[in-house]
């Protein structure tokens, strides 16, 4: 059985500049990380957007599309800590099973993303598979330097256990997805991720034990039942070195 991945690619006309945020940045990785973050925390401005159609740039289809989006807005909203840890170690692993109901699903869409860009054969024997193999899975994201080029992506994935390949979708820099040895640099740095310790998990998405009528608990709604507002204890430019 072959793995599942999805590199998206981007054609530029420059380097990705964002209105307002062009000077500050040490290289163009560190831009681009902006732009996901403040693009998961719905911080772009209308003049921003613009600039960045004129790119061609993939932000603006990751924000359109409800499962991209949905990985946006969980890196975007990553605490401190674990931004810390991500600088240090170059990746986050997390076990599925102990993620809320709200992250769990953005992990399955991701799956079932893959399988409708892949037009798998069979996939509804597929989805269902692998929808139930997620739980002994681990997930997470990982900054991966791509050799051709010496860019810096960082990629959300699902390392499946025994021998499949891992499923992965690029978050940040996804024009550099665009080179032939991509593929590749995922698959050594993720399959070394296997051997690694699991990062600590936030409170703030990770499941919660039941509640007295032996359901699990909301876990990010307000006392109304309504969603929370994102988590907004980190600044918003990350520097992932």
């Given at each position: 059985?072959?793995?599942?991945?999805?590199?998206?690619?981007?054609?530029?006309?420059?380097?990705?500049?964002?209105?307002?945020?062009?000077?500050?940045?040490?290289?163009?990785?560190?831009?681009?990380?902006?732009?996901?973050?403040?693009?998961?925390?719905?911080?772009?401005?209308?003049?921003?957007?613009?600039?960045?159609?004129?790119?061609?740039?993939?932000?603006?289809?990751?924000m359109?599309d409800?499962?991209?989006?949905?990985?946006?807005?969980?890196?975007?909203?990553l605490?401190?800590?674990?931004?810390?840890?991500?600088?240090?170690?170059?990746?986050?692993?997390?076990?599925?099973?102990e993620?809320?109901?709200?992250?769990?699903?953005?992990?399955?869409?991701v799956?079932?993303?893959?399988?409708?860009?892949?037009?798998?054969?069979?996939?509804?024997?597929?989805?269902?598979?692998?929808?139930?193999?997620?739980?002994?899975?681990?997930?997470?994201?990982?900054?991966?330097?791509?050799?051709?080029?010496?860019e810096?992506?960082?990629?959300?994935?699902?390392?499946?256990?025994?021998?499949?390949?891992?499923?992965?979708?690029?978050?940040?820099?996804?024009?550099?997805?665009?080179?032939?040895?991509?593929?590749?640099?995922?698959?050594?740095?993720?399959?070394?991720?296997?051997?690694?310790?699991?990062?600590?998990?936030?409170?703030?998405?990770?499941?919660q034990?039941?509640?007295?009528?032996?359901?699990?608990?909301?876990?990010?709604?307000?006392?109304?039942?309504?969603?929370?507002?994102?988590i907004?204890?980190?600044?918003i430019?990350?520097?992932l070195?």
């Amino acid at each position: 059985m072959h793995g599942y991945y999805l590199a998206f690619a981007v054609v530029v006309t420059g380097l990705p500049v964002c209105g307002g945020c062009g000077s500050h940045f040490a290289n163009s990785f560190d831009r681009e990380v902006d732009i996901t973050v403040r693009a998961g925390l719905d911080r772009l401005s209308e003049k921003e957007k613009e600039k960045l159609l004129q790119e061609s740039h993939l932000i603006l289809m990751q924000m359109a599309d409800p499962a991209l989006h949905g990985v946006l807005q969980l890196f975007a909203q990553l605490p401190n800590e674990q931004i810390d840890w991500l600088n240090e170690k170059q990746f986050l692993k997390w076990r599925y099973a102990e993620l809320d109901p709200v992250r769990r699903e953005v992990f399955e869409r991701v799956l079932l993303m893959n399988l409708r860009m892949l037009r798998e054969e069979n996939a509804d024997g597929q989805k269902e598979k692998l929808l139930g193999m997620l739980a002994k899975c681990d997930v997470g994201f990982a900054v991966v330097q791509i050799p051709s080029s010496g860019e810096r992506v960082v990629s959300c994935y699902v390392l499946w256990p025994d021998q499949l390949f891992p499923t992965w979708i690029t978050v940040a820099n996804s024009k550099a997805a665009m080179s032939e040895d991509a593929n590749t640099a995922h698959l050594t740095k993720l399959a070394a991720l296997k051997a690694l310790t699991h990062s600590n998990l936030p409170p703030a998405i990770a499941k919660q034990p039941a509640n007295e009528t032996g359901e699990e608990s909301s876990v990010g709604n307000n006392a109304n039942g309504r969603r929370a507002r994102p988590i907004a204890s980190q600044t918003i430019l990350y520097h992932l070195r």
